[in-house]
């Protein structure tokens, strides 16, 4: 893996405007986003389960007063490939074809499988980066 650049690589991508949680703090290219209790999107937080990737960049001064009043660009899909530095674990070659969660709106946790929402591609044990794809979330009804 010769390009250390993080950020969306290559895949094909499923844009989409999801509207934003007044919750979320300032949203950069590449974040990961998960959903708050309300059902709007916002920044992803520790334990929360991936929903898509940032297409778009949301400063401080553009987040929503309240629920639903901006939206965001985002990547919901399953086949798109990002590359992200680690927040907790060491890589190493077996981890390839395995799942872990994310360990940071741009980073992930390889010491941690509770939602299991990404996908290891490919791993660049030197620099300590992987390449992965978001997958699907298993998703609850609403009854």
Sequence with gaps: MANLNH???????VPVMLPVDSSTTAIAVGDMLTI?????????????????V???????????ASDGLVSVLAD???????????????LVVGMRGKTCDAGGAQMIDVTASTND????????????VAL?????????GVV
Excluded: C, E
């Design 7 to 13: 950020g969306y690589k290559y895949g094909d991508r």
């Design 36 to 52: 708050a209790t309300a059902g709007y999107y916002k920044k992803w937080t520790t334990g929360a389960v991936v929903y898509g």
């Design 54 to 64: 940032a297409m778009q960049q949301l400063d401080t001064a553009d987040l929503p």
């Design 76 to 90: 919901v899909s399953p086949l798109s490939v990002y590359t992200y530095a680690l927040s907790a674990g060491t």
């Design 117 to 128: 929402d990404l996908h290891i591609v490919d791993v660049d044990t030197t620099n300590q």
């Design 132 to 140: 992965v794809r978001p997958l699907i979330p298993s998703l609850g």
